[in-house]
């Protein structure tokens, strides 16, 4: 789908991102993918964050990746996680609002840090209905808070991915129980070079599943 250039507000600053469309008046579910760690050069062109959007992209949603506070144009600094995920909540009202996409029943994504952003954010959202976390960094995030997720969530990661160990990640999976589904990438690690093929294959049946 042919992406466009928006901007939208969270707090007082302004984000950038590319929105998306399908074809057809709707209303249409939302996705929203966010990118990993700024500090270590993440941004919304992410190969990871590009193989994420064909799946919703196949599937019919409309689609809206965006740049945290501080990357690329996007307003602001790096907070740490806080603001970036009041801005993954920000990006959620912002396509949600749209013309044409359903108000509720979002999905919300992110890579590595992004998919950190998303599990915070989505736990308070009404309008997501499902996350997806590609390579969740275990060993960064509350293990426990985790644990209160009811939502549906995809954990999908490489089968050698050193941040995300697929042990600790079915562990993690069988913990949280009947709504979470969890795929391994094998051969993968944590950046997936070459492996954008498999994310957006093993997302696309995660989806038609939601």
């Known amino acids: 789908m042919k992406e466009e250039r928006v901007t939208f507000k969270s707090g007082d600053l302004t984000l950038e991102g590319m929105i998306a469309y399908p074809g057809g008046p709707g209303p249409h579910r939302a996705a929203v993918v966010c990118h990993p760690h700024p500090l270590y050069g993440g941004s919304m062109y992410n190969n990871v964050v590009e193989a994420a959007l064909e799946a919703p992209h196949a ?115 069988e913990r949280l129980g009947p709504s979470a589904r969890l795929k391994l990438i094998a051969g993968a690690d944590h950046f997936f070079g070459g492996y954008e093929h498999e994310i957006s294959a093993a997302l696309g049946e995660a989806l038609a599943r939601l």
Do not use: W
């Open 59 to 173: 599937h019919g949603f409309a689609t809206l990746r965006f740049n945290f506070r501080g990357v690329g144009q996007s307003e602001g600094e790096f907070d740490n996680g806080h603001g970036e995920s009041d801005d993954a909540a920000a990006a959620v009202r912002f396509l949600t609002a749209q013309k044409g996409v359903r108000g509720g029943g979002a999905v919300l994504g992110g890579y590595s840090f992004g998919a950190m952003m998303a599990v915070r954010a989505a736990a308070s959202l009404a309008e997501v209905g499902a996350i997806v976390a590609v390579a969740l960094p275990l060993g960064m995030i509350d293990l426990a808070a985790l644990g209160a997720i009811t939502k549906p969530i995809v954990l999908l990661a490489g089968d050698q991915d050193s941040y995300c160990p697929a042990n600790h990640l079915a562990t993690l999976a």
